[in-house]
């Protein structure tokens, strides 16, 4: 599953290059946006983890939602592969062209908008990975809920838009009403942006946010598994 999904998107040389170059576009117009390079070092992280998961869930959901309006979904439903394996194989192959664009992300804020940060590179990565999981699960999971593109863009405000409210990028949790802080306890972007944060700008390493990696571990954990027992035969109308 993971091989073919990789190479059907490689095929498509218009999604190649449009995965490559809307994080750079974005990050581009992120970097203008903030002349001041204190702002800019204070808030990548929370902008790292959010569109991390916000390119890995669109990326995953609309091709995903491909996967079943061509069908393929139900032809291998009806072989012996079970359906973990049939959510794992996506996972894979999702997984490889959301991590590019993170690690572009990653880069190009570091490498060429100059972000200061304290922590080691290869942790930062590595918590990138987690939350990529998390997010290409969660783009797999919602996906099984729409039967068309249109369907599949409004879950956008429904999914991604509470998190970035609510998750710390805007402004601190710790800020908000307690019922609004009570709601980010359940929301996995807020435990991507501290996590980031403490690593990035307090220079802790992954021991030191056990806590949030753990609590980002275990939603992709659990949103595989939900996602496996409500995948669905039918191809998307």
Same mark, same amino acid.
């Not at 929370?46 to 990326?59: R, V």
């Not at 080691?120 to 590595?126: E, G, T």
């Not at 802080?181 to 030191?208: C, H, N």
């Given at each position: 599953?993971?091989?073919?999904?990789?190479?059907?998107?490689?095929?498509?040389?218009?999604?190649?290059?449009?995965?490559?170059?809307?994080?750079?576009?974005?990050?581009? /117009?992120?970097?203008?946006?903030?002349?001041?390079?204190?702002?800019?070092?204070? *808030?990548?992280? $929370?902008? /790292?983890?959010?569109?991390?998961?916000?390119?890995?869930?669109?990326?995953?959901?609309?091709?995903?939602?491909?996967?079943?309006?061509?069908?393929?979904?139900?032809?291998?439903?009806?072989?012996?592969?079970?359906?973990?394996? *049939?959510?794992?194989?996506?996972?894979?192959?999702?997984?490889?062209? $959301?991590?590019?664009?993170?690690?572009?992300?990653?880069?190009?804020?570091?490498?060429?908008?100059?972000?200061?940060?304290?922590?080691?590179?290869?942790?930062?990565?590595?918590?990138?990975?987690? *939350? *990529?999981?998390?997010?290409?699960?969660?783009?797999?999971?919602?996906?099984?809920?729409?039967?068309?593109?249109?369907?599949?863009?409004?879950?956008?405000?429904?999914?991604?838009?509470?998190?970035?409210?609510?998750?710390?990028?805007?402004?601190?949790?710790?800020?908000?009403?307690?019922?609004?802080?009570?709601? $980010?306890?359940?929301?996995?972007?807020?435990?991507?942006?501290?996590?980031?944060?403490?690593?990035?700008?307090?220079?802790?390493?992954?021991?030191?946010?056990?806590?949030?990696?753990?609590?980002?571990?275990?939603?992709?954990?659990?949103?595989?598994?939900?996602?496996?027992?409500?995948?669905?035969?039918?191809?998307?109308?």
């Amino acid at each position: 599953v993971a091989g073919r999904i990789v190479r059907q998107i490689v095929r498509d040389r218009r999604t190649i290059a449009l995965i490559m170059l809307v994080p750079i576009v974005v990050m581009t /117009l992120i970097g203008l946006s903030f002349p001041q390079s204190n702002v800019l070092d204070y *808030i990548a992280p $929370a902008l /790292l983890a959010t569109l991390a998961l916000f390119f890995s869930f669109l990326l995953t959901g609309i091709s995903f939602l491909r996967e079943r309006s061509q069908g393929t979904l139900e032809r291998l439903m009806a072989s012996p592969v079970s359906r973990m394996d *049939i959510v794992v194989g996506y996972l894979c192959g999702f997984f490889i062209f $959301a991590l590019a664009q993170t690690l572009i992300v990653l880069f190009f804020t570091i490498y060429v908008l100059d972000v200061n940060f304290r922590g080691d590179l290869w942790q930062i990565f590595v918590f990138q990975v987690v *939350i *990529i999981a998390g997010a290409v699960n969660l783009g797999i999971f919602t996906s099984t809920f729409a039967r068309n593109e249109f369907q599949m863009i409004q879950f956008i405000p429904l999914i991604i838009l509470p998190q970035v409210f609510l998750g710390g990028l805007l402004w601190p949790v710790e800020q908000m009403p307690d019922y609004l802080q009570w709601l $980010a306890k359940f929301l996995p972007l807020t435990y991507a942006v501290e996590g980031l944060r403490d690593i990035m700008l307090s220079g802790k390493d992954l021991l030191d946010v056990g806590f949030q990696l753990s609590v980002l571990i275990g939603f992709a954990v659990v949103i595989s598994v939900v996602t496996a027992v409500t995948v669905r035969r039918g191809s998307a109308s």
